[in-house]
């Protein structure tokens, strides 16, 4: 019967107690089949529950949970089962309890709240569990304290920012929907623009991000501006005209040179950076380079860090001679693949892991009347020509997409366009697939001993990636979800 089974002995302890103290999970799922009971206290206030989570035996303490033991009760110090498991940094238990529905802000006998258990001790997954299940952070202890002074002290600076930054309930639930499973990959990339002055790379950007109906105006606003400005235009595009400053990088004129603006109020100042929904292609992040040399030395603060995860765009203009396209082509990709570090594993003929992705884009081919194709498209046979001899001569660097993009920059609606915008998707669903792999194994490399690294290091890349509340296991998931092909 359930009373012979749930006997006590000299110290109050039932079979149950015993079974949940050595851990036995099924004698424990035996005894609770044959009737026992789960909440008898033994003489210091403890029940089966708190038995097992005292003594870290986590199935246990899980098996008495769906068998419908108590989840709120109190031991003789009052502390409930949250304040045990998060005392003991159990996170399977704590987050079962938070399903369930526990009270989280109830303060033991010391005045402590299960939050500043968990600050006090540095369990920060405790944390992100505790706040993910709406804990009060603000609450405070018997001597007035909150969680987030209460890590300080202890040391743990990194809770008591997270804790900081949770304090607004809007924040928070910002940050519960970056972790929120939605079937969906990343919704950012990073989009790179290069090329020299004037060859368009400024109205390529704003053309990707106008919409369908702000598009049918932007042809006549850019054709009345030309129209108005073309004496001072023609001035300026003249190569040996005494108004214009440049730097010769060989000794011959525009015609069959590579240079530079030294000073030019329509070019772009520096980087230019905006965030953009993009048809066809969702968010992204636009970086326009800007060609003036006077730049240059500040770009490998970005190129180092980002170029391999980015799509390059590189852009050139066809009024430019064949001889000028491929010299600055060249510059452009040379200088990108000083700057890019190489990432291991180097496979043949120097090929590595992660080749930075370029696709090349023609410009101006309304002024150079570009011949259409049956489908729309504009085609060049000297920017194929072009696209093959670099993707032979930089095979080893860049993956370069084998199709250039014919253009009219100013034709948002073109065919041109949206033959880039494919393109550009179809390189960030190839991306997002192999991230994890990406970042595990720069995750492995930067291990100090054999390339070996315990799997939460591992599972600790910064979390403004995956959002500040996510748990190891979270992102565990987060990754092995980007390795599926959708």
């Known amino acids: 019967s359930g009373a012979c089974v749930s006997v006590q002995n000299q110290e109050g302890d039932t079979a149950l107690h015993v079974a949940a103290a050595w851990g036995e999970r099924s004698i424990v799922e035996v005894l609770i089949e044959n009737g026992a009971l789960l909440h008898i206290p033994n003489h210091i206030g403890q029940h089966p529950l708190h038995v097992a989570i005292s003594r870290r035996h986590s199935s246990v303490a899980i098996t008495l949970l769906n068998s419908g033991t108590d989840f709120d009760i109190h031991d003789s110090d009052g502390n409930a089962p949250i304040h045990l498991a998060v005392r003991e940094g159990m996170i399977s238990v704590t987050q079962a309890l938070c399903s369930l529905g ?15 258990i968990a600050a006090r001790l540095g369990h920060i997954d405790i944390v992100r569990i505790l706040c993910l299940a709406g804990c009060n952070t603000e609450a405070r202890n018997a001597d007035g304290i909150k969680a987030e002074i209460t890590a300080l002290k202890y040391g743990f600076n990194d809770i008591s920012d997270l804790l900081g930054k949770v304090k607004s309930n809007y924040i928070r639930d910002l940050y519960i929907k970056q972790i929120l499973p939605n079937g969906q990959p990343l919704p950012r990339v990073n989009l790179q623009i290069f090329g020299h002055s004037g060859v368009g790379k400024s109205t390529l950007m704003e053309s990707l991000r106008t919409g369908y109906i702000s598009g049918l105006f932007k042809r006549t606003k850019s054709t009345t501006f030309n129209n108005h400005y073309s004496p001072l235009l023609g001035t300026l595009s003249q190569p040996n005209s005494p108004s214009r400053t440049h730097i010769e990088l060989d000794t011959t004129s525009r015609q069959n040179s590579l240079n530079f603006d030294l000073y030019n109020h329509q070019t772009t100042k520096g980087i230019d950076v905006q965030q953009a929904w993009i048809s066809g292609v969702g968010y992204v992040t636009l970086w326009d380079f800007s060609g003036q040399d006077t730049y240059f030395q500040f770009y490998h603060h970005i190129t180092t860090t980002s170029g391999n995860h980015s799509i390059i765009l590189l852009v050139f203009s066809l009024k430019d001679s064949p001889t000028i396209q491929y010299k600055q082509c060249c510059f452009w990709l040379t200088f990108l693949g000083a700057r890019i570090p190489p990432t291991e594993p180097i496979g043949n003929f120097g090929r590595t892991a992660n080749m930075p992705r370029v696709v090349l884009v023609a410009t101006h081919a309304d002024v150079v009347r570009a011949p259409k194709l049956s489908t729309g498209d504009f085609n060049s046979p000297h920017a194929l020509a072009l696209t093959k001899k670099l993707r032979h001569e930089f095979a080893s660097y860049f993956e370069i997409h084998p199709t250039p993009i014919v253009i009219d920059a100013h034709v948002p609606n073109s065919c041109g366009l ?11 669903t190839s991306m997002l697939q192999g991230m994890a792999v990406k970042q595990v194994n720069s995750s492995r490399s930067s291990a100090t001993l054999f390339g070996y690294k315990g799997y939460k290091l591992l599972m600790e890349p910064p979390h403004q990636e995956f959002g500040q509340l996510s748990s190891v296991q979270q992102r565990t998931v987060a990754l092995t979800a980007r390795t599926i092909p959708t």
Not at 102 to 116: E, F, K, M, R, V
Not at 418 to 428: A, E, F, I, Q
């Open 418 to 428: 949206k033959l880039l915008k494919t393109v550009l998707s179809d390189l960030k």
């Open 102 to 116: 526990c009270n989280l802000d109830s303060a033991n006998d010391q005045g402590l709240y299960p939050i500043h």
